[in-house]
């Protein structure tokens, strides 16, 4: 994640210097006075500089500002919770957006500069960024001042993250609906007239998150994770053997057929026309090989291939020509850290996800591995929320540096970021989002911030008012501890 500059000698409405230790994530740098500037809803507009490169007319902050006027104004009634005394309470008017680069239809990409710069004082009230993905979080940023929605990819931008790691299909359900292979759905889905990801719908996700300056980074995982592919694709799974009789069951993805990598280039030739992010995600995690090794033909296959009995080695021969198919379509790809560790040929710019904490090392030794071998690496394995226990565990996923392993400074940096994982075995849109909020943001901040911010109790202060902000904007959030928010009784 890209860094962040906030100046300003302030505040805005009800916000002064106390105001601003609520801010969440942490800048990378700030400065603060006990000036305060007071805002009318009636009369605030977000206006484009005239030196802007962005202007009327550019999706991303036009839509940005209306949503944050929204967010700040709606129909709530404006109030103060702090005594207003008589200091300095001049009116500002208005917030100047500066954009350098030009560029507002484009999607945020891996090199997207997010840096911005907040100056508010009596001169000015500026905004002043390379791009509009930094605008997007200077706004954020400026709302948080102000002591004054749906949920999902609009909280992921409250808290500054920037990219959406879609995980579409499993085992248990195929709901992506695939417009060349429409079987996949229909027979692989929960309900595929109800539990589905239309094309609009998909369509519609990646817009929204473009405009509050997120990636979707979409993952189809195989060969493992793939029983729900079975019943639309005939022949893509390997069957299953007991003896020397089919067993009736199937295992991963079959890697022996010209079938099954036909298939695979037609499917990710769709796939890499609906997701326009540049990355995919081509999953590798979790390989079961025991139903490979129950098959006569996958046994004569791996005899032929010289491949002894290591099922390691026909699982690169898959992964490689996957690769090989998607690489021709002008895409790079992220897998998980399993395709490293079982020493499959990738190009030098593939992202090695880690995400075992233990096994086969440590995570901070795979860290160190991976980008001892030249390749750049994205970090979840301390980062996984659907694993929870009783009590404040945000500390200890605030507490995780991602950069505390042996390593040159040129391994550091290919580390590209983290992710804050929300698995769904236990998890459904009856939970999903407390067990996410605010605990997600204790990642966005170690990933946001300069690594020096890391007092529990200042963050302590900072995260408890902005899981109050949360709820005052509709997120559920869950408390971080016993208390209360001022705005529980705004509208009694």
């Known amino acids: 994640m890209a860094g962040s500059t906030l100046r300003f000698s302030l505040l805005l409405a009800a916000a002064f210097a106390g105001r601003a230790t609520a801010l969440w994530p942490w800048p990378q740098y700030i400065q603060t006075s006990e000036l305060r500037y007071t805002i009318f809803p009636h009369s605030f507009q977000f206006q484009y500089h005239l030196s802007s490169a962005a202007q009327v007319g550019c999706s991303v902050l036009d839509e940005a500002f209306q949503r944050y006027r929204d967010l700040l ?147 189809f995982d195989t060969p493992g994770h793939t029983l729900s592919w079975g019943p639309g694709v005939p022949g893509l799974l390997t069957p299953c053997y007991s003896g020397s009789h089919p067993s009736g069951t199937f295992g991963p993805v079959n890697p022996i057929l010209n079938n099954t990598y036909e298939f695979m280039s037609t499917f990710f030739l769709e796939i890499s026309t609906v997701f326009p992010d540049f990355y995919l995600h081509l999953g590798g995690d979790e390989v079961d090989f025991t139903c490979w090794k129950s098959n006569p033909d996958i046994q004569a296959f791996m005899k032929k291939k010289g491949f002894g009995d290591d099922f390691k080695k026909l699982e690169s021969f898959y992964i490689q020509t996957l690769l090989d198919i998607v690489s021709a379509y002008g895409k790079g790809y ?141 997120v559920q959030a869950q408390p971080l501890s016993v208390g209360y928010c001022d705005m529980e009784f705004e509208q009694t």
């Open 73 to 219: 104004f709606g129909s709530v009634a404006f109030r103060f919770s702090h005594p207003i005394e008589k200091r300095h309470t001049s009116e500002k008017n208005s917030l100047m957006v500066l954009v350098v680069t030009p560029g507002c239809d484009q999607f945020p990409s891996l090199g997207s500069v997010e840096n911005y710069t907040l100056t508010i004082n009596d001169e000015q009230c500026l905004l002043l960024s390379e791009t509009v993905w930094g605008a997007l979080r200077g706004l954020e940023t400026f709302s948080q001042l102000i002591w004054r929605s749906p949920e999902g990819t609009d909280v992921m931008a409250y808290n500054k993250f920037n990219v959406f790691h879609w995980h579409l299909v499993d085992d248990s359900s195929f709901p992506y609906e695939s417009f060349t292979f429409p079987d996949l759905t229909k027979k692989g889905s929960y309900n595929p007239a109800t539990h589905i990801y239309t094309a609009q719908d998909v369509k519609e996700v990646i817009e929204y998150a473009r405009l509050r300056g997120i990636r979707v980074l979409a993952e």
């Open 334 to 474: 992220v897998v998980w850290q399993e395709v490293f560790d079982n020493k499959v040929k990738v190009r030098p710019d593939t992202i090695i996800q880690v995400w075992r904490e233990e096994i086969p090392v440590k995570y901070v030794k795979e860290m160190a591995l991976v980008t001892r071998a030249g390749f750049r690496a994205l970090l979840s394995a301390p980062w996984y929320l659907n694993h929870i226990t009783y009590g404040p565990d945000w500390k200890e996923i605030y507490l995780v540096e991602p950069l505390a392993f042996e390593g040159s400074p040129e391994q550091k940096a290919l580390v590209i970021g983290g992710e804050a994982c929300m698995w769904g075995e236990y998890v459904d849109s009856t939970n999903l989002v407390p067990r996410l909020w605010p605990r997600a943001g204790a990642v966005a901040e170690r990933l946001w911030s300069n690594k020096m911010v890391s007092n529990l109790d200042f963050a302590f202060k900072r995260l408890s008012h902005f899981r109050c902000e949360l709820l005052r904007r509709g």
